[in-house]
C-alpha cells in the first residue's frame, strides 16, 4: 500500500515549484511520476459546483502553473494540511474514500502575502478531473511553523517503534513487517534509491528528507477493505485507535517537513 495518489502529486507540485522559483530548469511533464491524469490537471480560479459552468482557467498544465506563480511573484511553496470532519470520520479512516481525509493546502507566498491553493479530484461525465483552485487569495501571510527534517524523522521512528510492539502483541505478522520496514527505511544510507526517480526535482533535498518520503510511503496503511483501517482483532482496540490516528498525523506532519526543507 502507498500514500493517496493526491498527496504525492500535491507534493511533488510543490517541490517542482520551489525548484523553478529558484530558477532551476525543471519540468513537470505527463512522464513525471506523479504526473497522474496529467491530462486533465487544470489550476483555476475556482471550482464551480454547476459542471457546465464556465470555469476560468489560470494555467493549463503545471509548466504553466509555476510561469504563472513567477508572473504573480510568488517567491516560495509551502505545503500544509488540516483536519477534515466533512465525512464525519476521522481522518486516517476518511482517507480512504473520495473527498476523505485532509485537506492539503499550498500556501504561496508573495512578501508579506500570499495566496491559498487547495485541490479536489472529482468525476465530470464520466472523466476524472484535476483542478488546483485558489481558495484564498490575497491575504497576510500566516505563521509557518517548520519542524526539521531532524525532528520529523525522530517523530516518525517513534510511532513506528510503537507500532511495531503493538503488532507483536496482536500477533499480526503481516503487519509487523510492514511497520518495521518503514522503520528500517529511516536507518538504511541507500533507501533513498527507493524514491521513484523523478519524483522530486534533482539536487534540491537532502538524502534523509527523501529517506522520510521513502518511509512515510511505506508506512501508508490507510484504505478501505484489506488496510490497516479494516483491522478488528487486536489485543487493546482503545489503543489501536489512538495509534493509528497518531501515524496518520505523524505521516502528515513529517512529509510536509520533508517537502518544506526546500529550499
Known sequence: MSMKDEIAQIMSLVAYGNACLQGKPVSFDKNHPAGFHYGNIRFVEKVP?????????LA????????????????????????????????????????????????????????IWQTKWQMEFGDLKVYYYQAINDIDLPKITKTTVDQARLYLREILKDLV??????????????????????????????????????????????QILVACDHAWVFGGMGSWNDVVRVHDYDLYTRLSANLYDTLCKSMIAAINSYP
Not at 459546483?49 to 482557467?57: S, V
Not at 503481516?174 to 533513498?192: G, M, R
Request: aromatic share 10%.
Open 49 to 57: 459546483k454547476d459542471l457546465l459552468a464556465r470555469k476560468t482557467i
Open 165 to 210: 510492539t503493538f503488532t507483536i502483541k496482536s500477533e499480526l505478522d503481516n503487519w509487523e513487517k510492514v511497520f518495521q520496514t518503514a522503520l528500517n527505511i529511516l536507518s538504511e544510507e541507500e533507501s533513498i534509491k527507493l524514491l521513484q526517480k523523478g519524483f522530486l526535482p534533482e539536487g534540491c533535498f537532502t538524502s534523509e528528507a527523501e
Open 60 to 115: 493549463e498544465n503545471p509548466n504553466l502553473w509555476f510561469n504563472y506563480l513567477k508572473d504573480n511573484s510568488v517567491n516560495r511553496l509551502y505545503l500544509s494540511f488540516q483536519p477534515s470532519t466533512v465525512l464525519g470520520l476521522e481522518d486516517h479512516i476518511g482517507s480512504a474514500f473520495v473527498g476523505g481525509g485532509s485537506h492539503w493546502n499550498i500556501i504561496a507566498e508573495k512578501g508579506d502575502k500570499c495566496d
